[in-house]
Each structure stands twice: as structure tokens, then as C-alpha cells.
T-cell receptor, first 112, second 112 residues
Framework: SQTIHQWPATLVQPVGSPLSLECTVE??????LYWYRQAAGRGLQLLFY??????ISSEVPQNLSASRPQDRQFILSSKKLLLSDSGFYLC???????????FGSGTRLTVV | AQSVTQPDIHITVSEGASLELRCNYS??????LFWYVQSPGQGLQLLLK??????LVQGIKGFEAEFKRSQSSFNLRKPSVHWSDAAEYFC??????????FGAGTILRVKS
């Protein structure tokens, strides 16, 4: 069966520090991968998606970047965090439109 | 632009009462529609999905949803709410490019 792993679960980082959040999927190949951010009271915002290794699409201009170095690995990064980067970050994977998305358990990022 | 609207930010119901959470979509064609549930600090779990065919879809945990094209709605229902149903519920739609667009969410509180 397919599983999605996301870590760390919580993270407190100072302003200006770098960020790396990792997401991996097991049990499938060539998944579509997604990063969402959930800010308090603002629903879920799609940040990045990837349909293959090295292929990244950005949905909103921001301080973050994403990379997909391997088929089942998706990384969210920042060189210098801002206070506004705080939020709950969710990774998801999909086999295609008919299947919906499966979400990881999320990372709570607090920038102080 | 594709959008999903959940008009109710908070809803409170008594345990054992019926529940209906509203969702409206704005798409050019019939989208794929989903309902997810999120417990505090957790990822999202898929409750049910609609692609085509029967407009009343059954999901997990006793939930169902009805697609009404004339009203552009996909409301979630449950005949008898349990205290464990307290959570945040998200309606989502997908039309092009495998990108899921979420509503802002509805927080459900259950009174005992």
C-alpha cells in the first residue's frame, strides 16, 4: 500500500534561518506531488506541484522554493525565513485526477 | 477562475442531530469534487469524492454528499452527528491540471 511521510512534525525557527521540509512517498511510482500551506483561518493554499523529477511549478510568488531530486521525494526550502512563513505545511500525492490526493500528517512551522 | 466556497466558517450542532455543511463551486465544466476532514494538528483525510454518475455519493464515517448541478453545490450531510465528528471540514474541487482547489473550511463543534 502507498504511504506518505512528512517530517519534521513541528519546527520552530528564527527569522532569517534556512528551512528544509521533506516529504517522501512509498509504494507508488511517478506520483504527482504537492505542497500546501495552511495559515490560521485561511484554508489551504497550493504552493508547488510536481509531475516528475526536476519538474516544479510554483503557484504563488513567495519566499519558498521546492525541489524533486528523486521520483518519490519532494522538498520545500527557504534560504531565509520570514515571520509570514509560519503555518502548517502539508505534502500530498496523487496518481491522477480520478484518485484525489492523499495527504501527509503535516509540519507545523513557527518562525520567531 | 475555479473556486470553491464554504459559506459557513463555524457550525455547532448537538450530538445526535443531523448535519449539513455547505459547499458551492464555480467551474466551467463539472469538476471532480471532494470532501476532506482534518482533526486538530493532523493531515487531511478523504471522506468522499464525486466524479460522475450518481449524484448522491456515500463516504466513510457515515457521511454522504449530493452533487446538484443546478445549484452548483456539493453539500456534505450526516444524519446523526457523534462527538468524534468535531473537526474542520474542507470541500475541494479539481478541473484542470490535477490541481485541487480548497474551500476555506468549516469548523464543526458538537455539543453534548
Amino acid at each position: 500500500s502507498q504511504t506518505i511521510h512528512q517530517w519534521p512534525a513541528t519546527l520552530v525557527q528564527p527569522v532569517g534561518s534556512p528551512l528544509s521540509l521533506e516529504c517522501t512517498v512509498e509504494g507508488t511510482s511517478n506520483p504527482n506531488l504537492y505542497w500546501y500551506r495552511q495559515a490560521a483561518g485561511r484554508g489551504l493554499q497550493l504552493l508547488f506541484y510536481s509531475v516528475g523529477i526536476g519538474q516544479i511549478s510554483s503557484e504563488v510568488p513567495q519566499n519558498l522554493s521546492a525541489s524533486r531530486p528523486q521520483d518519490r521525494q519532494f522538498i520545500l526550502s527557504s534560504k531565509k525565513l520570514l515571520l509570514s512563513d509560519s503555518g502548517f505545511y502539508l505534502c500530498a500525492w496523487s496518481r491522477g485526477a480520478n484518485y484525489g490526493y492523499t495527504f501527509g500528517s503535516g509540519t507545523r512551522l513557527t518562525v520567531v | 477562475a475555479q473556486s470553491v466556497t464554504q459559506p459557513d466558517i463555524h457550525i455547532t450542532v448537538s450530538e445526535g442531530a443531523s448535519l449539513e455543511l455547505r459547499c458551492n463551486y464555480s467551474y466551467g465544466a463539472t469538476p471532480y469534487l471532494f470532501w476532506y476532514v482534518q482533526s486538530p494538528g493532523q493531515g487531511l483525510q478523504l471522506l468522499l469524492k464525486y466524479f460522475s454518475g450518481d449524484t448522491l455519493v456515500q463516504g466513510i464515517k457515515g457521511f454522504e454528499a449530493e452533487f446538484k448541478r443546478s445549484q452548483s453545490s456539493f453539500n456534505l450531510r450526516k444524519p446523526s452527528v457523534h462527538w468524534s465528528d468535531a473537526a474542520e471540514y474542507f470541500c475541494a474541487g479539481m478541473e484542470y491540471g490535477n490541481k485541487l482547489v480548497f474551500g476555506a473550511g468549516t469548523i464543526l463543534r458538537v455539543k453534548s
